[in-house]
C-alpha cells in the first residue's frame, strides 16, 4: 500500500519561506512522477509543481514561477517544495501526489496522495 505523508506546513508572514516535504513509502519511489497540488477554502485544488521520476524534469504553475523550487531524493523516498517569497494567496492546504510514469500536471491523472498539510501565509 503506498502512502504519502506531508509534513513542513506553518504559519509564516508574507516574503517569508517554508520547505515541504513528502515521504512516499509502500512502493518504489524512484517509479513515481510526483506533483504538488494546492487547495484554498471555497476553491479547486490546483497543480502546483510537478517533478519527473528522475528529477531532471520540472513543472510549475504561473503562479509560483520563480518563486517555489520542487526537488526529490530518490535515496530517502522524498519530494519537497520549497517556497520562498510566500504571498497571502499561497495560503491553502498542499498536497503531493504520485504517478506511476514520467510525469503529470492533472490531478486526474494521479494514483496517489497525501492527506495534505497547511500553509498560512498572513500580510
Known amino acids: 500500500q503506498v502512502r504519502l505523508v506531508e509534513s513542513g506546513g506553518g504559519l509564516v508572514q508574507a516574503g517569508g519561506s517554508l520547505r515541504l516535504s513528502c515521504v512516499v513509502s509502500?512502493?518504489?519511489?524512484?517509479?513515481?512522477?510526483m506533483g504538488w497540488f494546492r487547495q484554498a477554502p471555497g476553491k479547486e485544488r490546483e497543480f502546483v509543481a510537478s517533478?519527473?521520476?528522475?528529477?531532471?524534469?520540472?513543472s510549475y504553475a504561473d503562479s509560483v514561477k520563480g518563486r517555489f523550487t520542487t526537488s526529490r531524493d530518490n535515496a530517502k523516498n522524498t519530494v519537497y517544495l520549497q517556497m520562498n517569497s510566500l504571498k497571502p494567496e499561497d495560503t491553502a492546504v498542499y498536497y503531493c501526489?504520485?504517478?506511476?510514469?514520467?510525469?503529470?500536471?492533472?490531478?486526474?491523472?494521479?494514483?496517489?496522495w497525501g492527506q495534505g498539510t497547511q500553509v498560512t501565509v498572513s500580510s
Open positions: 501526489a504520485a504517478v506511476r510514469r514520467w510525469a503529470a500536471t492533472r490531478a486526474s491523472d494521479f494514483d496517489y
Open positions: 517533478i519527473s521520476i528522475s528529477g531532471g524534469s520540472t
Open positions: 509502500g512502493g518504489t519511489f524512484r517509479t513515481f512522477g
